[in-house]
């Protein structure tokens, strides 16, 4: 399955951003709400865990879940930012060297178990159950989302490949979501995509229309559905009061309503 592929070369793009850090370097705050880069890695890992988990020991999965929303409330009532400590916990604070290791064998392991199986075999989640293809996606897009803000904190340009298709297919397809989610009604029509790929390649999606566009990178369409640029930080060409909305609100990920960064607030770090 080429998604269990993608997931696989974006993973080890990711460990080549990390794999020579310093314990202090992992330390870094970076701008995704303070969370260290440590912190993030310790995230992709525990819900890659998670998803693997969902496809192959389905009881395993449900019990950490159960396991997970217990802690999270639990540290929410004490003023503790939920998700971030239990992770820590639950990997009694794993970090450094010991946890870029142990984050890369797993990945390793898990991308080729999502290959080998039925791409639409149903394997359950947070909300809805999902396909095993939509499945491994999601981690890509997970994945590739939450590495921008390591990218940023080094100061370093992300070389992107093609494979943000699928994260772009991602987008598109939350059109519904993200109006829903935000206790809206999606106006119709869904505006026409034409972006640019890493490699040059122009993709277009929907049915072409003047007045409701979107032009432009698509990789900074990717940035902007997965909340890690505001829309005006990117160059993208909006066209039309739909299109113009999706952006100011659009979030491709699961949860309650999420606000976007501010403008100028997720950049790449200089100086």
Not at 83 to 105: C, H, I, P, Q
Request: charged share 25%.
């Amino acid at each position: 399955m080429e998604q269990a592929q993608d997931f696989l070369d974006e993973s080890e793009a990711i460990y080549a951003l990390v794999k020579d850090l310093s314990d202090q370097e992992m330390e870094q705050e970076t701008g995704f709400k303070g969370w260290t880069i440590n912190a993030i890695i310790r995230h992709l890992h525990i819900w890659n865990m998670a998803a693997y988990w969902s496809l192959t020991e389905p009881e395993k999965f449900h019990a950490f879940f159960k396991e997970a929303m217990t802690a999270m409330k639990e540290n929410a009532r004490k003023g503790q930012t939920s998700m971030r400590f239990f992770e820590a916990d639950y990997l009694d604070n794993l970090s450094g060297a010991d946890l870029v290791k142990t984050w890369r064998d797993f990945y390793q392991k898990m991308a080729p178990e999502f290959g080998a199986a039925d791409p639409a075999m149903r394997v359950e989640w947070a909300g809805p159950s999902m396909s095993v293809r939509s499945s491994i996606t999601a981690r890509l897009m997970e994945n590739w989302s939450h590495a921008q803000a390591i990218y940023d904190v080094l100061g370093l340009k992300r070389e992107n490949a093609d494979r943000i298709r699928n994260i772009v297919m991602i987008g598109l397809n939350t059109y519904g979501w993200t109006f829903k989610v935000n206790g809206e009604e999606a106006p119709q029509p869904v505006p026409y995509l034409k972006l640019t790929a890493p490699s040059g390649a122009v993709w277009d999606f929907g049915e072409e229309r003047e007045e409701e566009r979107i032009e432009g990178l698509a990789e900074e369409f990717c940035q902007v559905v997965t909340q890690t640029r505001n829309i005006a930080d990117t160059n993208l060409k909006v066209t039309g009061p739909n299109a113009t909305r999706w952006m100011a609100i659009a979030q491709c990920f699961a949860g309650g309503a999420e606000t976007p960064p501010a403008p100028g607030t997720r950049s790449i770090k200089t100086g």
